[in-house]
């Protein structure tokens, strides 16, 4: 209904005398839901927006609109209200046309077309295959896969993808720490490094390589320790001294053999994240490794980025690094692509994956990350514009922490030290429905706590339940109808809408109607909240109105338009809930 009116209202603009708008073309009308239906269904600013321009009287603008409209049959009225919003009252036949769509249209309900096929990628997780998820990383799962399903709703192609950080320095740190405790099971006596994993998930990697390989990969522990400078807390650096440990493996093992280590250590994790990502619903199209930005006969994506950034002449050499002039598009300062030794920094990385994304032909490039990762944005927007691509079309929604709570108690937080509630750990004892309702209840920019016992509780005061609950009562309702050998009868109740005229049923007609404006803002604001919001306030409704009123009634053509109006209100509470990756019971 709110895009017949913004049509009715475009309609109107093209049809005012030439010369009233003047030359430049009007903006796209926005229309809104009205708070309060005593100024009608639906309003309109768009008299007051160009009345600003044209230096016109909004209200004398607003009424020329309303005479240009075209006549519908669905808008009863139209009024003028305040300083010229237009507030348009819709006929009873609108809501019940729209119901009507509701159950002609089912799963599809809702969804639209605004994305028009255009190719969207949505990055998102991408944790580093240093250890399991936890229940930060839960919250990147839920918040991306929702923003890739609301994408998908609206129209686009959606591509989602998680960027496998399977390079540099801490899968190095990886590595030696699977290898410690490998000679620990050797029977070794390892002091183990203040920096290295210390988790109990590596032992049974370790353990692992220890039953493919035996005592192959075995060292002497004073060959492994001698002269290495002192580690923390004994006055040392843990920095140096885990570097200096990492150098050692690779000078004992060989590069061939610490790549064997660092390859079981990574197709461990990354198996694990694989397989807890796939048990919480979360699917990836493909898992991007950094390795391959470095490969292929061209040299590959890094490369790439470079030769283009050359041949913009957008970077200069400076104490034999080389350099990026990123303050040129708006960066704070140069970023340094190669670096004197003639390693390519992790900028460098990041540039040439997005290049990479604009190059297999995706428009938007949705890169989901950490709060503390603010710097990321203007850095890559740089690099993107100076290779030639529009810096807009990175979107870079960012996820504030979790801080998760047991029995009233906040629960201590860390990975390198292994002080972390894993996300498998949160799945099982929560469920996953729980878990993706909750990690998208809040805006993705705000912190979230995670009550654990609020989660399993089954009550109303589990947002989940609230809204699992009425979906399951709904189907209760059209069991109990069957079972008194009155089973719902869709046409007679389509056909007797008009006899829903009661307050309660109106609030549920709006509420369920609301459904397709939601996805189009939930995914225009990437806002997966919204959706959880919304459904909330449909469950609220349908609550209100099983309390009012009863559904299974002697006259057949009211109760088949009760159940009717209940039954579309299953399919959108069923349809926003796929969204967020919940389910919807049938029974509780």
């Known amino acids: 209904m709110k895009s017949l009116i913004e049509k009715l209202v475009l309609d109107a603009l093209a049809a005012l005398p030439p010369g009233t708008l003047g030359d430049a073309p009007p903006p796209a009308p926005e229309v809104e839901r009205s708070r309060d239906t005593a100024h009608g269904d639906f309003a309109c600013n768009i008299a007051m927006r160009l009345a600003r321009s044209l230096r016109a009287n909004p209200r004398a603008l607003a009424q020329q609109i309303v005479q240009a409209l075209p006549k519908n049959d669905l808008i009863e009225k139209t009024e003028i209200a305040g300083p010229g919003f237009i507030n348009f009252f819709m006929t009873p036949a609108a809501w019940q046309a729209e119901l009507t769509r509701v159950h002609a249209a089912g799963a599809a309900y809702g969804r639209g077309d605004r994305g028009a096929g255009r190719r969207a990628i949505v990055e998102f997780v991408s944790a580093n295959p240093t250890g399991p998820l936890h229940v930060g990383h839960g919250r990147h799962a839920a918040f991306g896969a929702t923003v890739a399903n609301l994408l998908e709703a609206d129209g686009w192609s959606v591509h989602r993808e998680y960027y496998v950080n399977d390079a540099g320095r801490q899968m190095d740190i990886l590595a030696a720490s699977v290898w410690l405790r490998y000679l620990e099971s050797c029977g070794e006596t390892i002091r183990f490094p203040a920096n290295g994993y210390r988790g109990e998930y590596i032992r049974p990697i370790a353990a692992a390589f220890h039953a493919a390989h035996g005592e192959a990969f075995r060292k002497p522990a004073n060959a492994v320790f001698a002269g290495l400078p002192a580690d923390e807390p004994d006055g040392g650096d843990k920095d140096l001294y885990i570097d200096a440990v990492i150098a050692r493996a690779k000078e004992l093992l060989g590069a061939a053999g610490f790549r064997i280590v660092f390859d079981a250590g990574l197709d461990e994790i990354l198996a694990d994240i694989r397989d807890d990502l796939e048990g919480f619903g979360v699917r990836f199209d493909r898992w991007y490794s950094e390795q391959d930005l470095g490969d292929g006969r061209d040299g590959g994506p890094i490369d790439r980025a470079l030769q283009r950034l050359r041949a913009h002449g957008h970077v200069f050499e400076l104490e034999g690094a080389m350099w990026f002039r990123a303050t040129a598009f708006g960066d704070e300062k140069d970023r340094v692509v190669i670096r004197a030794n003639g390693q390519k920094t992790y900028f460098a990385s990041d540039i040439a994956y997005h290049l990479d994304k604009r190059e297999r032909g995706f ?102 339940y609230y809204v699992q609950y009425a979906h399951a009562r709904i189907q209760s309702v059209l069991k109990q109808a069957a079972e008194r050998g009155l089973p719902f009868d869709r046409e007679s109740g389509l056909a007797s809408l008009s006899l829903l005229a009661d307050a309660q049923e109106r609030a549920m007609m709006r509420e369920i109607t609301r459904w397709p404006e939601i996805i189009q803002q939930a995914a225009e604001l990437r806002a997966p909240h919204m959706v959880v919001h919304y459904l909330r306030e449909l469950a609220t409704a349908f609550h209100a109105y099983y309390n009012a009123l009863p559904f299974i009634v002697e006259d057949a053509a009211l109760r088949n338009a009760r159940l009717a109006l209940i039954v579309a209100a299953r399919q959108v509470l069923k349809n926003a809930l796929a969204l967020l990756g919940v389910s919807a019971p049938e029974s509780m």
């Open 363 to 464: 428009e938007l490039l949705v890169t989901i990350l950490g709060a503390d990762h603010h710097g990321y944005v203007a850095r890559v927007r740089a690099g993107l514009a100076a290779m030639g691509e529009p810096p807009e079309s990175l979107q870079v929604p960012m996820v504030q922490f979790v801080t998760l709570f047991k029995g009233g108690e906040k629960v201590a937080m860390g990975k390198r030290e292994a002080q972390f509630v894993t996300l498998r750990e949160l799945r099982n004892e929560v469920g996953n429905d729980s878990a993706r309702f909750i990690y998208v209840m809040r805006s993705n920019d705000q912190p979230l706590d995670f009550d654990l016992e609020l989660a399993k509780k089954q009550s109303n005061d589990n947002p989940v």
